[in-house]
Nanobody, 114 residues
Framework: QVRLVESGGGLVQPGGSLRLSCAAS????????MGWYRQAAGEQRELVAS???????NYAESVKGRFTISRDNAKNTVYLQMNSLKSEDTAVYYC????????WGQGTQVAVSS
């Protein structure tokens, strides 16, 4: 059974940085493309960034140049480095398989506010 545990969220001022982590278990992690998603209050969940098993990355236009997705297959973990945070980045952040999603984890709350 797949289990995804996100961590690293918090309250940060505009312009600040956070690094999110997502530990996966119950799967052969290295075989899958992974994504970071976010859901703001009252909004649909959206894909923020993805990384293939080979390390190719893609980003939503809204985060390009500010966010970096990476993975450590030895640790079954995917990361999201978020820099130059804006108030509109406030959301609950989730990781999941890119494309055909597994069961969602609890997510980690990111709040950007002065």
């Amino acid at each position: 059974q797949v289990r995804l545990v996100e961590s690293g969220g918090g309250l940060v001022q505009p312009g600040g940085s956070l690094r999110l982590s997502c530990a996966a278990s119950g799967i052969i992690f290295s075989s899958y493309s992974m994504g970071w998603y976010r859901q703001a209050a009252g909004e649909q969940r959206e894909l923020v960034a993805s990384i293939t098993s080979g390390g190719n990355r893609n980003y939503a236009e809204s985060v390009k140049g500010r966010f970096t997705i990476s993975r450590d297959n030895a640790k079954n973990t995917v990361y999201l480095q978020m820099n130059s945070l804006k108030s509109e980045d406030t959301a609950v952040y989730y990781c999941n398989r890119y494309g055909s999603n597994w069961r969602w984890g609890q997510g980690t709350q990111v709040a950007v506010s002065s």
